[in-house]
């Protein structure tokens, strides 16, 4: 198996045996409760999703969500507003952020606890773009398919405009809140401001060693951060890409092959300084965990047409996971984005409703 998730107490203890990889963090490093992820197009991010939602659920966290849909209008600048009260806490602050919204820092904080780390997630652009042009069919709104496209001449495709005023060029750079035309002086001071707000940027190419370094920011286990790929295209309905049109892409998209590459750099680097052996092991042991996990939680892939809608993609292009197992944490894992989402709305719902119920009893604070 390649792609996978989480793992039952009895399957953590056995690969432990088995591989000196600590799967537990030392007690002398709290878990950290407060999250804040910026969720990217088409970057693997609901991948990480999975992987916070699962968490808050177990640790009855509370999230960031909205009344109707998965995201807080990502084709505009977040504003806090944007979250019903229904679904805010008694103090506006939530623990987990993990839906789509387009990033406004200062905003963004109003809704965060002062603690949160701050992550995020980067791909290779044109890898990026050729899945956004494909599983939005954005190919049908501009009536080119992609190889018709990038034989545009340079500054028409940078001016062509963004599908439902959200998705196009530069989408990592629009996504994290800045134009996508930027200058060459803002664009550097964008990548530093980025650089200086995120604890950490995953990469969707090396996101195994991103679980891992996510794992240790937040002082969970690895248990924790085994997950199945989510919401990803079979090879079937990937469109491959010629040399020329990749590099025509990555013309199109220079802004974020600049964002894209100073990340790589920067994650390169923290695996070195972590330990290229023992990231190997922690690597390797994930791996064990994640196909194990597929195996003792009855897991198998569904292609094509889903029967199960709680574990139905929004998309039949992607593929997707199945259980008939009964056990809570075998099923998140296979949740959809959808499930997940509404099974934390009717929690939340249903908590705080009771919350101002029981300070209606006790009567005004004197």
């Known amino acids: 198996m390649n792609n996978d998730s989480l793992s039952p107490t009895s399957v953590l203890t056995s690969v432990e045996e088995a591989d000196p990889t600590p799967l537990e963090m030392s007690s002398t490093c709290p878990p950290q409760r407060h999250v804040m992820f910026l969720k990217t197009h088409k970057c693997g991010s609901s991948t990480v999703q999975n992987v ?3 968490y ?7 999230f960031a969500l909205p009344l109707v849909g998965s995201s807080l209008k990502s084709n505009e600048k977040f504003m806090t507003s944007m979250i019903p009260e229904s679904l805010l806490p008694p103090d506006g602050k939530v623990d987990i952020f993990a839906v789509h919204s387009r990033l406004n820092a200062e905003e963004h904080r109003r809704v965060l606890a ?5 992550v995020t997630i980067v791909r290779e652009p044109a890898s990026l773009f050729e899945s956004l042009y494909t599983y939005y069919g954005i190919g049908r709104w501009y009536k080119l398919d992609l190889t018709e496209l990038t034989n545009f001449p340079m500054e028409k495709l940078r001016a062509l405009p963004r599908f439902g005023k959200t998705l196009g060029n530069n989408q990592m750079l629009f996504d ?3 134009d996508a035309d930027l200058s060459e002086a803002q664009l550097r001071q964008a990548i530093e401001e980025l650089d200086s707000l995120f604890d950490l940027v995953m990469v969707a190419e090396r996101m195994d060693e991103s679980l891992v370094l996510l794992r240790h920011l937040l002082c969970w286990s690895l248990h924790d951060v085994v997950v199945f790929t989510k919401n990803a295209r079979g090879e079937g309905a990937r469109t491959a890409l010629d040399a020329h049109t990749r590099q025509r892409l990555r013309e199109m998209n220079d802004a974020d092959v600049r964002l ?5 750099a920067k994650h390169r680097r923290a695996v070195l300084a972590f330990g290229a052996r023992r990231m190997a092991r922690e690597v390797a042991a994930l791996r064990k965990l994640r196909d194990r996990s597929f195996e003792d939680c009855g897991v198998f892939r569904v ?7 709680k574990f139905r993609e929004y998309s039949g292009l992607v593929g997707a996971y199945a259980t008939a197992s009964e056990d809570e944490q075998c099923q998140r894992l296979v949740f959809s984005e959808e499930a997940l989402l509404d099974e934390a709305k009717q929690r939340q719902l249903s908590l705080f409703e009771d919350v101002g119920r029981a300070r209606q009893r006790s009567g005004p604070d004197v």
């Open 114 to 118: 002062e603690d949160a780390k701050w």
């Open 303 to 309: 292609e094509g047409h889903n029967p199960f809608p």
């Open 52 to 54: 916070l939602f699962r």
């Open 176 to 178: 994290l809140g800045f």
């Open 56 to 62: 808050g659920l177990t640790q009855n966290l509370s």
């Open 260 to 264: 894209y590459e100073h990340f790589l």
